[in-house]
């Protein structure tokens, strides 16, 4: 196997088989996989709710196989800092931040990866606020119904 270094940053809120895929896909361009994982402080500056706190989130993404290392990311300008710190060869992300981190081309190798379809964080969340809004009501008529039609038919 290479002996790269693989440096990565998230929120990794609700993981979900598409964090799951990229890691795992990521693993495979070298050696060790360094996940930055974005402080609960961080995402109010990127203005993203998160429904996990960043301690949690962290503890699950360092136990996903694939990863070797977790660090806060606490800033947008660390990233520089971080490829010197820990000897980067190839900076990576979903293909969803496409040529946003080019300028880092001149610190290591800059890739992105295509995203899993069909699954995001933002997704679930929006679906559990529409399961959440089913009140209680609507759930006792229907099942009254039911009970009624199930007599009907015994
Ligand atoms: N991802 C993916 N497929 C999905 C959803 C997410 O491949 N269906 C990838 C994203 O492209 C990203 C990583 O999983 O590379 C983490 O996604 P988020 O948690 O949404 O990360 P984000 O909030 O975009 O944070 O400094 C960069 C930021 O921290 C990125």
Do not use: R
């Given at each position: 196997m290479i002996s790269k270094t693989i440096l990565t940053y998230g929120t990794y809120d609700m993981f979900h088989v598409g964090h799951l895929e990229l890691l795992k896909r990521l693993k495979g361009l070298g050696l060790k996989l360094i996940v930055g994982v974005s402080t609960d402080e961080f995402n109010e500056i990127k203005g993203k709710k998160t429904i996990i706190p960043y301690n949690q989130r962290a503890s699950i993404v360092d136990a996903?196989?694939?990863?070797?290392?977790?660090?806060?990311?606490?800033?947008?300008?660390?990233?520089?800092?971080?490829?010197?710190?820990?000897?980067?060869?190839?900076?990576?992300?979903?293909?969803?931040?496409?040529?946003?981190?080019?300028?880092?081309?001149?610190?290591?190798?800059?890739?992105?990866?295509?995203r899993t379809d069909?699954?995001?964080?933002?997704?679930?969340?929006?679906?559990?606020?529409?399961?959440?809004?089913?009140?209680?009501?609507?759930?006792?008529?229907a099942f009254e119904i039911l009970q009624r039609l199930k007599h009907d038919f015994e």
């Open positions: 996903i196989q694939y990863v070797d290392m977790v660090i806060p990311e606490e800033h947008w300008e660390q990233k520089v800092e971080d490829i010197k710190k820990y000897k980067v060869d190839i900076f990576a992300m979903g293909s969803d931040w496409e040529g946003k981190f080019d300028f880092l081309k001149q610190y290591c190798e800059v890739v992105y990866l295509k069909g699954i995001s964080s933002t997704e679930l969340k929006d679906k559990l606020q529409k399961i959440s809004k089913i009140n209680l009501n609507d759930l006792n008529q």
